[in-house]
């Protein structure tokens, strides 16, 4: 292999993407980052719009000084030619031209996306290795009334601060489960909102059980104990072992009703108690973004919620293809960073023909060995509520794109012998609009009381027809 055949395409310009990119190109890898956002970052290094002139945006993150070490090493290798930078670039599929067994070549994959705002104009990508850095999403289970305007996802809130400098409302409820609330909350308070009520629905004897893996982090402790207290001192009232229950309102939000949580993770019947607020920000942990990897043919673990299986390297089942952060199972920055160096190191070394150094990779691999018990510990005390598909009630929407509501999902297993998500889809419409089911599917296989499962879909987002119909070549 040429040198001119050391290409990596990086899918994802977040913590983990930037991490494998730089650490390839400075290994003398020839690289083209692709993005969907205008400026890299993903949703941690969020960055406001160039055009709303943020004086002080570093007060909307955390970790800060890393941010600008990543951005500047970018810089230095876009401005050096080694590394190629796309903005705007939203991939929908990932060709592998390979046979099993053959040498790799200089274009061993061919990547497609669909350019800019109105995603319709398509661009083609080859690279002799993928690393997929897709990132994750937020996971949000149906409720009565979570479909009025005024209620939003955690992430989605902190979105709309990080990268549009704007509120989503004034008086906020922050409610949920895992460690993405807290960070939220204080941010939203920080930028002037009054947080009514921070509602987080883990047990704290399921925190206390963990407490051996959180001791031995305690980086993470502290970061927690220092958002806490920001938290404290703007006002925030936090309550634990608690849900929402529903959300009132006519036109909008108006209030939500929260409940206490008995030990079986059950309503406490006449703990209910309503909270005047015109904002609900709402998250139930995070999913990973699996998608192009299911295409390739990656091994997916799906015993629980899926994620793309990785080896020491970052390598997946696929020769040729990497992946690494959120998609290989949710972890946060730090374990995104360290999981995208070792990728880098490990491509690097693939691209030469040669093992990848064990020393290389030793520091990032102890610190990903570290968070990954470390996050694991985290899901297991902020699961959601283990009964909380009994809150939902038959007039409840789960799936949004269709309009179906629970009921019909309930009639579907009931009545009609559903037994599989695939079944309810065919049999509700559950799942077949624009999201596809990304949205609503961890919601719809609770109420039907089935694993979601891998995806299985063909593409990765909704591609035109013309773009489909296109020659290889690019013609119509």
């Excluded at 704290?204 to 001192?233: C, D, H, M, W």
């Excluded at 299986?309 to 690494?324: H, I, K, P």
């Excluded at 789960?398 to 019909?408: D, N, Q, Y």
């Amino acid at each position: 292999m040429t040198a001119s055949d050391r290409t990596l395409a990086v899918i994802g310009a977040g913590p983990a993407g930037l991490a494998a990119a730089l650490t390839a190109a400075d290994q003398g890898v020839r690289v083209t980052l692709l993005d969907s956002a205008a400026q890299a970052g993903g949703q941690f290094y969020r960055q406001p719009a160039v055009g709303l002139g943020a004086r002080r945006p570093e007060v909307l993150h955390h970790a800060w000084g890393t941010w600008l070490k990543l951005r500047d090493r970018l810089a230095a290798h876009i401005a050096a030619g080694r590394i190629t930078y796309l903005s705007d670039r939203h991939v929908w599929l990932v060709e592998q031209h390979l046979e099993p067994g053959e040498v790799r070549g200089g274009a061993g994959f061919t990547v497609h996306a669909l350019l800019g705002p109105e995603q319709v104009e398509p661009e083609a990508v080859t690279a002799a290795a993928v690393l997929l850095a897709t990132g994750g999403y937020e996971k949000v289970l149906p409720f009565p009334g979570w479909t009025l305007p005024g209620v939003v996802t955690a992430g989605g809130a902190q979105a709309m601060l990080k990268g549009g400098l704007v509120l989503p409302g004034r008086t906020v409820v922050v409610a949920g489960t895992g460690p993405l609330l807290m960070p939220v909350a204080v941010g939203l308070a920080a930028a002037g909102a009054r947080i009514a009520a921070y509602v987080e629905s883990a047990r704290p004897a399921s925190l206390v059980r963990q407490a051996p893996t959180f001791a031995a982090n305690p980086a993470k402790v502290v970061e927690a104990v220092g958002y806490a207290a920001r938290l404290i001192r703007h006002r925030g009232r936090v309550t634990v072992r608690h849900a929402v229950v529903e959300a009132h309102g006519a036109d909008r939000v108006e209030a939500v009703t929260v409940a206490a949580l008995d030990a079986d993770g059950r309503l406490r019947p006449g703990s209910e108690r309503r909270i005047a607020c015109d904002t609900l920000a709402v998250g139930h942990g995070m999913l990973a973004h699996t998608d192009l990897a299911e295409s390739l043919g990656c091994a997916i673990d799906a015993t629980g919620d899926p994620f793309v299986v990785t080896d020491a390297e970052q390598r997946t089942s696929v020769d040729g293809v990497w992946a690494a952060g959120e998609a290989t199972g949710i972890g946060g920055a730090v374990l995104a960073l360290a999981e995208g160096e070792i990728a880098g190191y490990s491509i690097a070394a693939r691209l030469r023909g040669v093992e990848p150094g064990e020393a290389d990779r030793a520091a990032p691999a102890r610190t990903r060995a570290r968070l990954r018990k470390f996050f694991a510990a985290i899901d297991t005390a902020c699961a959601p509520p283990a009964h909380w598909t009994e809150q939902v009630t038959d007039d409840t929407v789960v799936c949004r794109c269709e309009e179906v509501p629970a009921g019909a999902v309930r009639e579907a297993v009931r009545d009609l012998g559903a037994t599989d998500l695939r079944t309810v889809k065919l049999l509700t419409r559950a799942g077949m609009g624009w999201c596809q089911g990304r949205i609503c599917a961890p919601g719809v296989a609770g109420v039907a009381g089935c694993a979601a499962g891998p995806a299985k879909r063909t593409f990765a987002r909704p591609v035109p027809l013309a773009v489909l119909a296109q020659e290889p070549d690019g013609r119509s």
